[in-house]
């Protein structure tokens, strides 16, 4: 007797759940979302793109930069850190506090013999040592390189995270980061003398 009330029950829920869906429908509301689905193709983003289109140009909104959660890095997804073919590379320095001390405007790197310069050296630095120790510096602002593509690639802008503590380089793309390590080859200088070397744009 027991089993036959619970079969009824659970009938009469599963008729009431695609009623309630057929009412939303009727009345143009949507179906309950389900969390599987993705309204396209492309895998879902980690974070909203920090690029701000504009007529003819791109703008990098550095204060949009995804903090990062230092002293533990991820596992490396690996495969190529960043794909060749960028256009601009824009380096930010964006507040973890507010208020807090002024932070140098975003340098654009724009001449494409220079991008490609830096996007290379980034490609062969290593994936960090397992024992690659991680310091507990609390820095008051985070180091990044957001990476733009012509507009004719369709490729989503890469944000590279500079963890200084761990002394590696995190970028997430379709939910997977690759990590790399800066330990015996710092980027950063030579990004500001190809910065410094380029002509205005």
Do not use: K
């Amino acid at each position: 007797m027991r089993t036959s009330i619970t079969l009824t029950l659970v009938a009469a829920a599963t008729a009431a759940g695609l009623t309630f869906v057929a009412a939303r429908s009727a009345v143009g509301l949507p179906p309950p979302l389900n969390p599987s689905a993705s309204p396209s193709m492309e895998p879902p983003a980690a974070y909203p793109s920090p690029v701000v289109s504009g007529p003819g140009a791109q703008a990098v909104d550095c204060a949009t930069i995804p903090r990062l959660g230092s002293g533990v890095l991820p596992q490396d997804a690996g495969g190529e850190f960043v794909a060749y073919g960028a256009d601009t590379i824009t380096r930010c320095d964006t507040l973890l506090e507010t208020p807090g001390p002024a932070v140098a405007p975003p340098e654009v790197l724009h001449r494409a013999e220079s991008v490609a310069a830096f996007v290379q050296l980034l490609n062969t630095l290593p994936a960090p040592q397992t024992d690659q120790a991680c310091l507990r510096v609390a820095f008051t602002d985070q180091l990044s390189f957001v990476v733009t593509f012509a507009p004719e690639t369709r490729r989503r802008p890469l944000v590279i995270v500079v963890d200084r503590n761990c002394a590696a380089l995190l970028v997430t793309e379709n939910l997977a980061t690759r990590v790399r390590s800066y330990a015996t080859l710092d980027p950063m200088p030579l990004f500001e003398q190809l910065y410094r070397d380029q002509p205005p744009s």
